[in-house]
């Protein structure tokens, strides 16, 4: 078999010549003819139009980009990408090393001060206990943090993992994981919660975050399992079938990259959930505990007296919603990036 | 069948056991007594089969090499089932499936690989059949990924602006996604792409159906320069019977499942045989508005059976006019009727296979004898082209951009 040569363009009539001797060659000839030159004159134009910068283009211009390096040109322009990024960082700065941020003890309280307002030096005012408001919060960052995002990296993995598999190999694999999903799912999350964390009397964040995990997991699995269901049945997974690729390039390279857009978005609005999630377990005082600081145990404390002073519930409260907001956002972003049809 | 247990049982070394050359008009794929059926389930843990759609139900018939085989049928016959059931993408249910005198219908693994190196496909929906979220160059690249030894890892972007250039497209857009294309382009990028791999059989279905009259005579004429240039073989999936006569040296015409009736492009229309190819023939439509009012157009009635329910022997006589008792008793079979001679004896499944001479002749002389004065004579279909290539001719630019 010849190799892909050059199609000689100057020459029109080459694939025309030896058609069909049955029918009116010169009819027939013609009509192909007009066809091709048809062709040849959009071409042209295509060539012409489209690119008035291609006759200088180098070979460099031409470099092939994969769609996550496309994403990432493109997140690097986006102004909510960054906005929300640039405060990720901060939050994550501030969970790491929040004695950069206060110099004063969350621990270190005075019970002669309990409920009052902003001073000088404590901007965020006092709590019932006496303590800075200003510095809990800071130091309230890596708990509520750290119980986010490893309890929504938790569910998104396990859940697109398990609901993935189940939607790809479909029969039997499916219906276990579907069922074992539907009792986890059947499970009320604060009733599961005062059940097996009052059990467990380790206090720990990992323990908090385990229990997220197992409750969160078939949220992500059943619209994982969808979307990878939808993206199957796309004819590009059939063409690509048909080269000989097998499943793991399927499930990579066709089917991931198309069926991750809504488990990003359900990833992270369930992000913010889990947060508050984890403050409602801990005013039910099966979540964390003192003396560990987050922002959940602060505003499950200050809900009782918000009429008379809220400047406790509203300091950790805006600190959660800036977080929630800066994920849902990032979230959004990639989202976007990761579709071409959106650039 | 025998070749076909040692096929299964000795491994075939990746690409070596399909590079024997077939000469031309050989045939190079051989199909027989093909058959796909769907099984209908009922229950939700314990699976009962109650019945089966038979989708492909004792096919046969040869490729060879070279040529364009055209097969047609209305929505639903198993045309696509077959291009599937060729491609290994579904399991025959029975029946063989040749390819260079080695059968293939059972494969796996890396003899399967190495089959659909030389078997490749054009699918139907140019919108559908690229993956969104890569790049032109990466999925025209994928055959090469996954087929490393075709071309080395440095030469493969080159490669893939050679097919683009091949298919007519500016070899620049390797970074493109297929949204930013139209739909004329899309399917060459999915034709670049079943190129790739130097395939020795092409299987296109129904690969200008979703494209605009004017869009599919270029896609048309750049399947036929493909076959020149690269030795292909296709077999032409439509439903569209002036494009399949346009491009087909032979054509199958399947009804239900079971081809009715195979031969070449002349025999089939010109001397149809059978009652539903002369049905179908008549519904073409004829770009002649005298013509048209004097051509006898035959108006089948009621629906096409359900593919799970055939009709006992024959089945097209529920919807025959030609039906006698004998066609509910006696499946008729895919030969040459011996009462026939000429043109008129090529394949035909039908126990009163005839050429419908006497009432054709009025209407066809009177189509003839217009065609003749535009000094067409007899290319219809190449009418309907000019005629469409005029009318969409503002349409054209569109395609540029």
């Known amino acids: 078999m010849p190799d892909q040569e050059k199609y000689n363009r100057s020459d029109p009539m080459a694939g025309a010549g030896d058609e069909d001797e049955e029918m009116q060659s010169a009819v027939e000839s013609r009509t192909l003819d007009l066809g091709t030159m048809e062709g040849e004159t959009l071409i042209k134009a295509e060539r012409l139009g489209d690119h008035p910068e291609t006759p200088a283009a180098g070979e460099e211009r031409v470099a092939p980009r994969s769609l996550w390096q496309d994403a990432w040109r493109d997140l690097r322009r986006n102004p909510i990408f960054i906005i929300s990024g640039l405060l990720i960082v901060f939050l994550v700065i501030v969970a790491i090393w929040p004695g950069l941020f206060t110099s004063t003890n969350p621990l270190n309280c005075d019970l002669t001060k309990s409920q009052q307002g902003p001073t000088s030096g404590h901007p965020f005012g006092y709590d019932t206990q006496g303590c800075d408001v200003y510095a809990r919060t800071i130091y309230g960052a890596r708990a509520s943090i750290t119980v986010g995002v490893c309890a929504t990296a938790g569910s998104a993995l396990v859940g697109t993992l398990l609901g993935g598999l189940a939607g790809f190999f479909g029969g039997w694999s499916d219906s276990v994981i579907s069922r074992v999903a539907d009792i986890f799912f059947g499970i009320p999350i604060l009733l599961g919660g005062l059940v097996f964390l009052s059990v467990i009397t380790i206090r720990s964040i990992w323990i908090v975050v385990a229990f997220i995990v197992v409750l969160g997991w078939p949220q992500l699995a059943r619209i994982g399992r969808g979307a990878v269901i939808t993206a199957k049945q796309q004819d590009y997974v059939t063409a690509a079938r048909a080269l000989g690729a097998g499943s793991g390039r399927l499930m990579l390279r066709h089917i991931l990259p198309n069926a991750v857009a809504p488990i990003i978005v359900v990833a992270t609005i369930a992000l913010g959930t889990y947060i508050a999630l984890e403050a409602t377990l801990s005013y039910l005082g099966v979540g964390l505990k003192p003396p560990t600081v987050s922002w959940g145990i602060d505003i499950s404390a200050a809900s009782d007296s918000f009429s008379i002073a809220p400047h406790m519930l509203l300091f950790p409260a805006a600190a959660l919603s800036i977080t929630v907001l800066a994920f849902i956002m990032l979230g959004d972003a990639v989202r976007d990036a990761l579709d071409p049809k959106l650039r | ?401």
């Open chain 2, 1 to 401: 069948m025998t070749d076909g247990a040692t096929a299964l049982s000795a491994p075939v070394p990746q690409g070596a056991a399909f590079t024997k050359p077939v000469p031309e008009g050989e045939p190079i794929l051989q199909i027989r007594d093909l058959v796909k059926h769907f099984p209908l389930t009922q229950g939700v843990v314990v699976k009962k089969q109650i019945g089966a759609v038979k989708a492909v139900d004792g096919v046969s018939f040869d490729l060879r090499k070279g040529e364009t085989l055209g097969i047609v049928g209305e929505s639903g016959c198993g045309k696509s089932t077959l291009a599937k059931v060729l491609m290994n993408l579904e399991p025959a249910t029975s029946g063989s499936v040749r390819y260079k005198g080695e059968e293939i219908s059972r494969l796996s693994g890396a003899a399967l690989k190495a089959v659909r190196r030389n078997i490749q496909m054009v699918f139907q929906d140019p919108y559908t059949s690229l993956n969104p979220r890569m790049t032109v160059g990466d999925i025209i690249g994928e055959p090469y990924e996954i087929h490393p030894e075709v071309a080395p890892k440095g030469e493969r972007r080159k490669a893939v602006q050679d097919l683009l250039d091949v298919v007519g497209l500016n070899p620049e857009y390797i970074n493109r996604y297929p949204h930013q294309f139209s739909g004329g382009q899309r399917q060459r990028i999915g034709i670049a792409r079943g190129l790739a791999l130097k395939p020795e059989v092409i299987i296109c279905d129904e690969p200008v159906s979703a494209l605009d009259v004017s869009v599919q005579a270029q896609v048309i004429n750049l399947l036929e320069k493909l076959q020149n240039e690269f030795e292909l073989s296709y077999i032409f999936i439509a439903h569209d019977l002036s494009i399949v006569r346009h491009i087909s040296d032979r054509v199958g015409v399947m009804y239900l499942g079971k081809m009715v009736e195979i031969g070449s492009d002349l025999e089939i229309y010109d001397h149809a045989t059978h009652p539903y190819t002369q049905a179908l023939l008549s519904a073409v439509p004829v770009p002649d508005p005298a013509a048209r009012q004097v051509r006898d157009r035959i108006v089948l009635t009621g629906d096409v059976p359900s593919p799970a329910d055939p009709p006992s022997g024959c089945r097209f006589r529920t919807r025959c006019w030609k039906a006698q008792e004998r066609c509910a008793i006696e499946e008729p079979l895919l030969a040459v009727p011996s009462w026939l001679d000429g043109l008129a004896a090529h394949e035909s499944a039908c126990h009163f296979a005839a050429e419908r001479e006497i009432e054709q002749s009025a209407a066809e002389r009177e189509i003839e004898q217009s065609a003749a004065e535009r000094g067409a004579e007899g290319g219809t279909e190449a009418e309907t082209e000019r005629a469409a290539g005029q009318e969409d001719g503002s349409a054209d630019g569109d395609d540029a951009r």
